[in-house]
């Protein structure tokens, strides 16, 4: 099946710091989501953008979307330890069936 | 609180043995979905349910089988379960178009 791709894989970084993860698809959408999962739990949904917005806020959450390069980023400031988790982009380029990415891990340190 | 449930978070079967995992979800959502998850395979989607009665095949189905008799609940059935569908299981559901809200997962050892 299609799938997104993130990166980086894994990322690892210090309590107070931001942390970045991208996601790239393939077609056109009309929504994009990004979802965390913590360890050996179902997914939590965290974020929607429509294509035809650019930027999204929630909370320490930021959320960009570039159709032109096919890409999104997930931007999480001020990173707890509370935030290692694996997180998901998910298009909708099949419509109702999303297309999840690979996921990125990431381990915040305190 | 809004929530879907999953009928057991552990499950232990043996090979050959019919498998019947259920789902819950108490939003009216008319979307519901079963994925499995693989270190290194990400989700994948087994079937899928945009209404009672309706189901669509998504990109694993064989040996899979689901069941919707109500909008609240949604099955899915290993007919014969094999060691190779160790896996967690995720349940999801969603309104027409919009974020999935998952089940805690169920994590199936097939012997």
């Known amino acids: 099946s299609q799938q997104g791709e993130e990166d980086p894989q894994a990322l690892s970084i210090q309590e107070g710091e931001n942390a970045t993860m991208n996601c790239s698809y393939k077609?056109?959408?009309?929504?994009l989501q990004w979802y965390r999962q913590n360890s050996g739990r179902g997914l939590v949904h965290l974020i929607l953008?429509?294509?035809?917005?650019r930027e999204k806020h929630s909370g320490r959450l930021r959320v960009t979307l570039d159709t032109s390069k096919k890409s999104s980023s997930l931007l999480i400031t001020a990173s707890r330890a509370a935030d290692t988790a694996s997180y998901f982009c998910?298009?909708?380029?099949?419509?109702?069936?999303?297309?999840f990415g690979a996921g990125t891990i990431l381990r915040v340190k305190s | 609180d809004v929530k879907v449930t999953q009928s057991s978070r552990y499950l232990v079967k043996r090979t050959g043995e019919k498998v019947f995992l259920e789902c819950v979800q108490d939003?009216?959502?008319?979307?519901m979905f079963w994925y499995r998850q693989d270190p290194g395979l990400g989700l994948r989607l087994i079937y899928f349910?945009?209404?009672?009665?309706?189901?669509e095949k998504g990109d694993i189905p064989e040996g899979y089988s689901v069941s919707r008799e109500k909008k609240e609940r949604f099955s899915l059935i290993l007919e014969s379960a094999s060691t190779n569908q160790t896996s967690m299981y995720l349940c999801?559901?969603?309104?027409?178009?919009?974020?999935?809200?998952f089940g805690p997962g169920t994590r199936l050892l097939v012997l």
């Open positions: 077609t056109s959408i009309n929504n």
């Open positions: 999801a559901s969603s309104l027409l178009w919009g974020g999935q809200v």
């Open positions: 939003m009216d959502h008319e979307n």
């Open positions: 349910s945009y209404d009672v009665k309706m189901k």
């Open positions: 953008i429509r294509s035809n917005e």
């Open positions: 998910a298009t909708d380029e099949r419509g109702n069936k999303l297309v």
